[in-house]
């Protein structure tokens, strides 16, 4: 491979990257207030979707936000590339998707293909008197047609193969084999504290939550293992830490109890190696832990508010406290001593650079 194609391939995986994670953004709300409403009417009927009475309507409530996910997915997607006239495509693509069960893989394919097709449309030169026309018009409707029309036809049946493939593979794993999967999982969830890679790991298991709940009882404890474990470093190695960092790790505590794994942020960005380090050794035992036991989580979400509607409470919680601890103890055992600045005081080198500077 050619350094000039490295570097288009690069730039190519770069720019996908970002309207991924602009489409992501957007996502996250509908898995969040559908998954959480859904769960909660399957935690209140005991473990099973109730289909009839008030919770049957609360049910009812969720499952139309985890049905809306995927559309949304890509119809953002396609909305990041082409701006509006994407949108309509892109939802409507990923919908299909949804249709002909291809899943997310389909939905992200679907928004990309949509988002392209309608920014080739907008190069097509249309006198002043047809812009406006073609933003609401001609680009939605060509851009669907096409769009819609190659996923129906040509690749929507492939990639239903694949994905049904995928979840019969992940289905027939059990017990130590499910292992591997959980370090993998648990490491892309560590590395980089919701940034692009653990972004991907947490889409995957959130939605494939209704068919593969297993995914989730790996996900749950491996993203709140970096805010609690960090937080708990700042009790045990008190002297590692500056007084800010320390009121940091009371709230990094609180956020991983919420499944937020961006508790761990400020003390990335002071250490990141050893925090890094930390992080994703500690999911990667938290996800291990959790594969091997055979956890698993209804709920699209981590951290202990989901408890309510885990499968195997103790293995869960087993892989949280064991992932919180091996992160604690890897970066507070790594950090050097903590060694208050006096602010007030300056070298002689400091004095010499003042002078010249001036």
Not at 224 to 241: A, D, N, R, V, W
Request: aromatic content about 8%.
């Amino acid at each position: 491979m050619t350094q000039k194609k490295a570097k288009t391939e690069n730039k190519i995986w770069t720019v996908v990257q970002k309207h991924l994670m602009t489409a992501t953004g957007y996502m996250i709300p509908f898995v969040v207030a559908g998954g959480i409403i859904f769960a909660i009417a399957v935690m209140l009927n005991g473990h099973s979707q109730p289909t009839t009475g008030w919770l049957g309507k609360l049910a009812q409530i969720g499952s139309a936000g985890l049905a809306l996910f995927i559309p949304a997915l890509g119809g953002y997607l396609a909305y990041s590339i082409a701006d509006r006239p994407g949108l309509a495509p892109g939802f409507i693509t990923a919908y299909l998707a949804v249709q002909i069960k291809s899943g997310f893989i389909g939905g992200i394919i679907g928004g990309l293909l949509a988002g392209i097709i309608v920014n080739w449309l907008k190069k097509i030169k249309l006198s002043s008197n047809y812009k406006v026309l073609g933003s609401i018009f001609l680009y939605p409707l060509g851009g669907t047609l096409l769009a819609g029309g190659i996923m129906v036809f040509i690749i929507g049946a492939p990639i239903a193969g694949f994905m049904n493939y995928l979840t019969d593979i992940l289905n027939g794993m059990k017990g130590a084999a499910r292992i591997p999967l959980g370090i993998l999982m648990g490491s892309m969830i560590g590395i980089d504290m919701g940034g692009p890679i653990n972004k991907v790991a947490c889409t995957f298991a959130q939605t494939q939550v209704d068919t593969l709940p297993f995914l989730m009882g790996i996900m749950g404890p491996s993203v709140c293992t970096m805010p609690i474990g960090l937080g708990i470093s700042t009790f045990l190695f008190k002297k590692k830490y500056s007084p800010a960092e320390s009121d940091a790790g009371k709230a990094a505590i609180l956020m991983g109890l919420c499944g937020i794994s961006e508790g761990a942020i400020p003390f990335a960005t002071a250490d990141p190696i050893r925090v890094i380090v930390g992080n994703t050794i500690g999911s990667a035992v938290a996800g291990a832990i959790a594969a091997w036991t055979g956890t698993v989580s209804h709920a699209p979400w981590g951290g202990l508010i989901v408890l309510p509607v885990v499968g195997n409470i103790g293995g869960y919680l087993l892989a949280v406290v064991a992932g919180s601890l091996v992160t604690a103890v890897i970066v507070g055992l790594w950090k050097k001593e903590y060694v208050e600045q006096n602010s007030n005081s300056t070298d002689d080198a400091d004095i010499d650079l003042n002078i010249e500077e001036f």
